[in-house]
């Protein structure tokens, strides 16, 4: 094959893409074209090779890397070179699954060399284990071999059943098929009969909720009940938790950053705050009279601390929250502890709570000294 010739024939060969529709071409080269698609068109270039002209490099990619994955079995065209937008390969004959049967009947064998098939997708790695009957073509030997296989690999989404192949093969024949496969393996059969299942109760539930019009304003009433920021005690509860879940997250997310092992970090801070909860506890048994007041967050716009506020940080909330007292939705919400954690005991299911404590009142103790100097 002559290398220079092949590159400037792909000049004169233009391949647009359309919309639900097969390429447009444009063919001013001394090829004659094979047969068109939706990726690209196939040129003769000799007896035995062919080249197809893609749209765009995506597609060229992504049909070259599917046909290089197959290059060890004999499922797939032989390829011979690639440019940015061609693929020169192996030129497929036979006849096509569809063609055969229109006139030849599925038998037990052909069943099995299409599960056969089916099986060296899933090997060599694709994500689609599926392909339409016009794409398998069966060779003199009674060998099968496929074309355009590009849309078996980077998927977004694939079918945990051979849906395209089923819904090819027509009724009477997707019937036979899957009655050889009940035969020759029950468990792949069961499985498949599930997922087609599945996709017919879908179906139903769509045809139902298609239709309907919601009630909005009853929704609208009905949706009050998940509101929160009503209640007080409630919105601070959730906030508070939402705010130390973020700040987790971030927190993991940079100990891995760094190469740190969350973990071991994390199971480390669980034993010394586990100490200093101990320790709080013994000086604060549950069930102390000693409080009086209300337990609020400091900041809380109805907390006696704001309302006797002068705008320091000296308000009874304030003193009160230094104290180590604990937030009057949090009394019946403790938890175990996080993995790795001796005592296993925290403040809102939330390891956090003894470092916002343990800072509060190391600045508590900086005040004293300064005093005492």
Known sequence: MDIKNLEQWMKKIKVKNLVNADVEVVNDSPLVMMGKGRQ??????????????FGNTEDCDREYYALSLGQQTTLFPKLYGKGALYIVMEIIRGVDLREYLQSQPLTMALSAKLIEMLITFKQIGYERIDHHKRQIYLQPDGSLKVIDVARTIWRDRVYPYPRKLLTSLGEENKAIFLSHV????????????????????????????????????????????????????????????????????????????????????????????????????????????????????????????????????????????????????????????????????????????????????????????????
């Open 40 to 53: 690209g068109a196939v040129f003769q270039i000799s007896d035995d090779i062919c080249v197809k002209v």
């Open 182 to 373: 009940q035969e020759m393996s029950p468990e792949l059969y069961a499985e498949w009969l599930h997922y087609i299942r599945m996709e017919e109760i879908s179906r139903e539930i769509t045809a139902l909720l298609l239709p309907q019009d919601p009630d909005k304003i009853k929704i609208k009433n009905l949706s009050n009940t998940l509101l929160t920021t009503e209640d007080e005690k409630n919105y601070v509860t959730k906030l508070h938790g939402l705010v130390h879940k973020v700040f987790k997250e971030e927190w993991v997310k940079a100990m891995l950053a760094r190469g740190v092992d969350p973990e071991t970090v994390m199971a480390k801070i669980d034993e010394h705050w586990d100490k200093l909860e101990q320790n709080f506890e013994s000086r604060h048994p549950e069930g102390d009279s000693g409080y009086e007041g209300d337990r609020r967050f400091a900041g809380d716009r109805n907390s006696k601390g704001d309302r006797n506020s002068k705008g320091d940080r000296n308000s009874k909330g304030d003193r009160d929250n230094r104290k180590g007292k604990i937030f009057e939705g949090d009394k019946g919400r403790r938890s175990r502890g996080a993995k790795g954690a001796k005592g296993g005991r925290h403040f809102a299911g939330d390891r956090y709570d003894d470092r916002n404590r343990r800072d509060e009142k190391r600045d508590k103790n900086k005040g004293k000294d300064k005093k005492r100097r």
